[in-house]
């Protein structure tokens, strides 16, 4: 179990391009997450997944973004159109299913995805 | 509505100085989970404690030591003995049991120093 992967660490684009980010959570966690951190801030909730069903989304994410979880394992998020309000580091995470032990909500974070729009 | 609130921005300490990182939460529910994470400079966000609302006991765990205190919203996170280790952000989060809400609400995070 290496932990959880993202990939790229680091994503440098011009306004109005398209990015993809990955994540691959930990093997036997179902539940996976995506955060965005901004300077300064602490992380805000995107989205969130049980297995591949996309339960929750904030508001935060906007029609530019999309997140998937096609096989209920690894993860990619997608930002359309890209603005310079979109540059901040992009967190995954993942956990157990609820009542798992005592790892239960506990969040397991990979090192983020730091997206630049210039 | 849930809330998180961490009241320093930033501490600075001399080695070997104890620490205490506030934690003032706001929520209407009887059922809920609080978490301490630390993110150090490499920005990977690093679990450290979780404490569910019916145990109020304080917990000790090496130099680290957190207290609960559900009287006035409080969860409090001592570091005894500093180490320039420790330099990192610490965040306090919130998360409740309600219907399908799966999200944590977090503090702003407290930037330590630790300084040799």
């Known amino acids: 179990d290496t932990g959880v992967s993202q990939d790229p660490r680091h994503k440098i684009t011009k306004r109005g391009q398209n990015v993809t980010f990955r994540c691959d959570p930990i093997?036997?966690?179902?539940?996976l997450y995506w955060y965005r951190q901004t300077l300064g801030q602490g992380p805000e909730f995107l989205t969130y997944?049980?297995?591949?069903?996309?339960?929750?989304k904030s508001r935060l994410l906007s029609d530019r973004f999309s997140a998937e979880r096609p096989k209920g394992s690894f993860s990619t998020l997608e930002i359309q159109r890209t603005e310079q309000g979109d540059s901040a580091m992009y967190l995954c995470a993942s956990s157990e299913r609820r009542g798992a032990r005592s790892g239960a909500n506990v969040l397991t974070f990979g090192a983020g995805s730091r997206l630049t729009v210039l | 509505a849930q809330k998180v609130t961490q009241a320093q921005t930033e501490i600075s300490v001399v080695e070997k100085e104890d620490v205490t990182l506030d934690c003032v939460y706001e929520t209407r529910d009887t059922t809920y989970y609080l978490f301490w994470y630390k993110q150090p400079p490499s920005g990977e966000l690093v679990f450290l404690i979780r404490?569910?609302?019916?145990d109020e006991q304080n917990e000790i765990s090496g130099r680290y030591s957190w207290n609960f205190q559900k009287s006035t919203s409080s969860f409090n996170f001592t570091i005894t003995a500093s180490q320039v280790v420790d330099s990192a952000v610490y965040f306090c989060a919130l998360r409740d049991n309600a219907g399908n809400n799966r999200k944590l609400i977090w503090g702003l995070g407290t930037s330590l120093a630790v300084n040799p």
């Open positions: 093997s036997e966690h179902n539940r």
């Open positions: 997944f049980q297995n591949e069903a996309q339960l929750e």
């Open positions: 404490r569910n609302s019916f």
